[in-house]
């Protein structure tokens, strides 16, 4: 059953250059029934989100900067994130942002029991990274389209993809250590679940790959095995350290 989801998005700190990316990535994990984003329009730097509202209906909300230097448009996001929250209309929230302002906001909503999804650019702080249930790097979402293949140069895509680091590859191993079986086999969906568990800024797109398994299946240090279900329907995949020895339990 789909999440029924709150998109609460920061207009400060976010480009619109992704938002059709960013609703598409969204719709993969529930229903954005409300749609929201803050901002004080009446400053030229949001122009750019003007063009995309009506497209995505993505309702603004207008909030001015009283003071200089105190953010109203956290302020605004986190009063309203807490009436739709006790409204029960929802059962999940995707935060938009790059901002730490928004990490006691997202603890307190997976208290509550909804499901916390974050959006943000790489400068994203950590805390708030790991306050989320899952997290998605804004850049990852670049279109594939002609257009922004044109518009951007190959070094730049190169920098948006990160290299497998030895660090990685102990948090992969440790993880498929933590799930496996005697024979140290572990069902690769129990992996990717552990994966974001433990890390929630895991996602295979930021080493290059759509899916988890073809990130697995490029690193030498693990194999991967293809089985049928008890039914003969569907190959499940499993995977292992290479490097370990596996002796079967008698």
Known sequence: MDLNLAVLIDGDNIPSAYVKEMMEEIAKYGNPTIKRIYGDWTNPRLGKWKNVLLENAITPIQQYGY????????????????????????????????????????????????????IGERKTPN??????????YIE???????????????????????????????????????????DGWAFLGDVGSLLQKKQPNFD?????????????????????????????????IYVRIKEKKHKKSK
């Open 67 to 118: 003071t200089q230097g105190k953010n109203a448009t956290d302020s605004a996001m986190i009063i309203d994130a807490m009436d739709i929250l006790y409204s029960g209309k929802v059962n999940g929230f995707c935060i938009v942002s790059s901002d730490s302002d928004f990490t006691r906001l997202a603890t307190r909503l997976r208290e509550a029991g909804m499901q916390v999804f974050g």
């Open 127 to 136: 805390p708030f990274i790991v306050a989320c249930d899952k997290f998605i």
């Open 140 to 182: 990852i979402l670049k279109s594939q389209s002609e257009e922004a293949i044109n518009n951007t140069s190959q070094n730049d895509d190169k920098n948006q993809v990160d290299k497998i680091t030895p660090k990685d590859l102990r948090f992969i191993a440790t993880t498929i250590e933590d799930v496996a079986d005697d």
């Open 204 to 236: 295979s797109r930021n080493y290059g790959f759509q899916k988890l398994t073809p990130l697995i299946n490029s690193i030498p240090h693990f194999e991967i095995e293809r089985r049928e279900d008890s039914k003969g329907r569907n190959k499940l």
